[in-house]
């Protein structure tokens, strides 16, 4: 039975992508060896890391403009403390949005002071802080651009002048945005770019080495830039199918050409939860997650009915996260329309009901 994932992460990727991975497994492009018992030195897979990297740069309009493409190990999580002990010599700012950014700003006040610019914490981060400013002379600023639990996404960054760090675990290849303003990016790949295990660090170069601590070697990030990211064994299939996810992504003609289907996806589904007076958004509107919708039932007689209605057309993976409760519908670039259709469908056919 075919299956429509809303899956918050590990999420959906792209048909064409599953399959030449699996066939990958069993044997690399005709070379009697599988992906994954091969060195990770020999010319197939340094030129698979090297095309990965590349293609990130690439796809993010980036290439050429002194940034480095990483792919690293230990998840985002790894990159909440990596980012600190690389940046933070004094003072950084960080923007309090929700559950990844408190856990960012629990890491990085071990290895500083940590100035929380704005915070919507106290009305449970259902929309994002506006009109705060952030003051001179930080080293940083992190900032979480799509916040996947509450479903709030930042549709406008802070001009600063220092440093700006973003976490784009998930949203990163979803829209265009003037990348060259981030110094750091950094984003687990399970959640639009391939399997958990890998994650994606693009930093401009020129920040780096200006903190007075020693860094250890597998945190620091001119370690991997130096061994273009190579430095130890690197997750190899999570590589792997990310360079495909890229190359499906490029094809497909890049980040212009998904985000008018994402912009698609989202208007359909929030327009239903505008509408339909069953259902109840969680976001406010101005701040809507493009990737991630969070909503309600308002009826609670009519949940079982919804439950067993998307159980039985496909549906998985919109339970929502246990500090919202109620529903998030999770679109990533490899979920079509038709699947956004087949809920927001059973949505609306609800409402004839209650
Ligand atoms: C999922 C997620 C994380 C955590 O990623 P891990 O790879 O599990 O460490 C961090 N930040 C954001 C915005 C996320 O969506």
């Known amino acids: 039975m075919q299956k429509h994932n809303f899956s918050a992460g ?11 991975a699996s066939e990958a497994v069993v044997e690399l492009e005709e070379s009697g060896l599988s992906l994954i018992e091969i060195s990770h030195r020999s010319d197939a897979f340094v030129e ?38 690389n940046l933070l010599e004094s003072k950084a700012g960080y923007l309090n949005t929700g559950t990844w950014s408190l856990k960012a700003i629990k890491e990085a006040k071990l290895y500083g002071e940590v100035l929380e ?36 996404q930042l549709k406008s960054f802070p001009k600063v002048d220092c440093p700006l760090v973003c976490d784009m675990s998930s949203d990163i290849f979803s829209r265009q945005l003037d990348f060259s303003k981030f110094d750091l990016i950094y984003a687990g790949a399970q959640k639009n770019m391939g399997p958990a295990g890998a994650t994606l660090v693009v930093v401009k170069e020129d920040i780096l080495g200006k903190v007075s601590r020693q860094v250890p070697s597998m945190l620091n990030y001119q370690t991997h830039i130096s061994k273009d990211s190579m430095f130890n ?14 190359q499906w992504l490029k ?23 505008d509408l339909n007076p069953v259902f109840s958004g969680f976001a406010a509107k101005e701040d809507r997650s493009v990737m991630n919708a969070t909503f309600t039932i308002t009826d609670d007689t009519l949940k079982d009915l919804f439950d067993a209605k998307c159980m039985e057309a496909g549906i998985n993976g919109i339970k929502g996260h ?5 529903y998030r ?23 004839r009901k209650g």
Do not use: W
């Open 10 to 20: 590990p999420c959906i990727l792209p048909k064409e992508v599953m399959k030449k």
């Open 48 to 85: 698979i890391m090297e095309t990965a990297r590349s293609l990130a740069l690439e796809l993010l309009g980036l290439t050429g403009k002194g940034y480095k493409a990483l792919f690293l190990q230990g998840g985002a999580s790894m990159q909440f403390l990596m980012v600190a002990y």
């Open 117 to 152: 610019v704005a915070s919507s914490q106290e009305q449970n981060f259902n929309h994002i802080p506006k009109n705060y400013v952030v003051p001179q002379g930080l080293d940083y600023l992190h900032v979480t651009s799509n916040n996947t639990i509450f479903g709030t």
């Open 233 to 246: 064994t690197p997750p190899v299939f999570a590589v792997y199918v990310s360079m495909l996810t890229l």
């Open 251 to 273: 094809d497909f003609g890049g980040i212009a050409a998904i985000e008018e289907i994402n912009t698609k996806k989202a208007n359909l589904i929030y327009s239903e939860i």
């Open 322 to 326: 246990r500090s919202v409760g109620g």
């Open 329 to 351: 519908a999770s679109m990533y670039n490899a979920l079509s329309l038709d699947s956004v259709g087949v809920l927001v469908d059973i949505m609306s056919d609800l409402e």
